[in-house]
Nanobody
Framework: QVQLVESGGGLVQAGDSLRLSCAAS????????MGWFRQTPGKERDFVAT????????YYADSVKGRFTISRDNAKNTVYLQMNNLKPEDTAVYYC???????????????????WGQGTQVTVSS
């Protein structure tokens, strides 16, 4: 099993930046791609970004493209989400996810992931 723990959430103002971290422990060699999702009350969990096992490939939701950057440090078993120019509509609980399969090549669905963190709240005030 792989355990994922997110941190770095908080309350910020529109235009500010935050960096989320996701630390993995356990059988981390089972983890391939990593992703970030977000969820607001009463809505489905939406894809935000994903990164391949070696960091060579990234993919973003249109809503965050150009503002968010996903990265990973495999030596530290940690994935990051740098969020710049935050907007009130970015307010959500952000979840880190891990994919243990080398498939699909670009995992963007919840069902593509096997491991999930508990989430960290990000609130952006206007």
């Amino acid at each position: 099993q792989v355990q994922l723990v997110e941190s770095g959430g908080g309350l910020v103002q529109a235009g500010d930046s935050l960096r989320l971290s996701c630390a993995a422990s356990g059988r981390t060699f089972n983890t391939n791609a990593m992703g970030w999702f977000r969820q607001t009350p009463g809505k489905e969990r939406d894809f935000v970004a994903t990164i391949s096992w070696n960091g060579g490939s990234t993919y973003y939701a249109d809503s965050v493209k150009g503002r968010f950057t996903i990265s990973r440090d495999n030596a530290k078993n940690t994935v990051y989400l740098q969020m710049n120019n935050l907007k009130p509509e970015d307010t959500a609980v952000y979840y880190c996810a891990g994919n243990s399969r080398f498939f699909p090549p670009r995992p963007t669905r919840m069902s593509d992931y096997d491991y999930w963190g508990q989430g960290t709240q990000v609130t952006v005030s206007s």
